[in-house]
């Protein structure tokens, strides 16, 4: 159930904001329901909530190895890209 609340903002911000949505093709009242709900999910104690990608979501738990490095792989791949 949506329910109106207002909000008292410097008119600048107010118009950055609308500029901001109006390029993610959002309305100003989904961008600040999606900020209100990125802010609650890093305040949460949830491991769960600490990940704020749709695309890192998804791929969570993929690699099941738990002797796998991640730094030492990225630092690999970026060797052999930059300098081979």
């Known amino acids: 159930m949506d329910t109106k ?11 950055r904001i609308k500029i901001c949505a109006s390029k993610q ?13 990125s802010l609650l999910m ?6 769960e909530s600490e990940i704020h990608s749709p695309i890192a979501k998804k791929y969570k738990g993929i690699i099941s190895n738990t002797d796998f490095d991640a730094e030492t792989s990225k630092l690999a791949y970026l060797r052999d890209k930059h300098l081979s």
């Not at 093709?25 to 709900?37: D, F, G, I, R």
């Not at 890093?42 to 491991?47: E, I, K, L, M």
Request: glycine share 0%; net charge negative; aromatic share 4%.
């Open 5 to 15: 609340l207002t909000l008292r903002l410097d008119k600048e911000i107010i118009a």
């Open 25 to 37: 093709q959002k309305s100003l009242s989904a961008l600040t329901e999606e900020l209100y709900k």
């Open 42 to 47: 890093t305040s949460n104690d949830d491991t």
